[in-house]
Nanobody
Framework: VQLQASGGGLVQAGGSLRLSCIAS????????MGWFRQAPGKERDVVAA????????YYGDSVKGRFDISRDDAKNTVYLQMNSLKPEDTAVYYC???????????????????WGQGTQVTVSS
């Protein structure tokens, strides 16, 4: 599946952004979907993920209570609503897809087969 992430930009601390990841080439209903981020000089970390069933979600500790992942299989799209943004949220955000991925696997980047190109999020203080 091909993934196209969008919605990044420059926002002040405390603001909100909504990222979208539109899939093509296959239907995402059979994919667990994740959002990851990578800041300069740092490793790629999981932000949030949702299983293909939609029954399970995962959030990184630093974003719990502020970010929300959702999926709209009818639109073949996954979203990441980001609220109360902080300067430390600044990174390139990537969406990824893991076919028939399980709840145990969804926090691990190496489980994901397909990746989007990334969208830059910059939070100013």
């Amino acid at each position: 599946v091909q993934l196209q992430a969008s919605g990044g930009g420059l926002v002040q601390a405390g603001g909100s952004l909504r990222l979208s990841c539109i899939a093509s080439g296959d239907l995402i209903r059979s994919y667990s979907m994740g959002w990851f981020r990578q800041a300069p000089g740092k490793e790629r970390d999981v932000v949030a993920a949702v299983t293909w069933t939609g029954r399970s979600t995962y959030y990184g500790d630093s974003v719990k209570g502020r970010f929300d992942i959702s999926r709209d299989d009818a639109k073949n799209t996954v979203y990441l609503q980001m609220n109360s943004l902080k300067p430390e949220d600044t990174a390139v955000y990537y969406c990824a897809a893991d076919k028939w991925g399980t709840a145990n696997a969804m926090a691990h980047s190496y489980e994901y087969e397909d990746w989007g190109q990334g969208t830059q999020v910059t939070v100013s203080s």
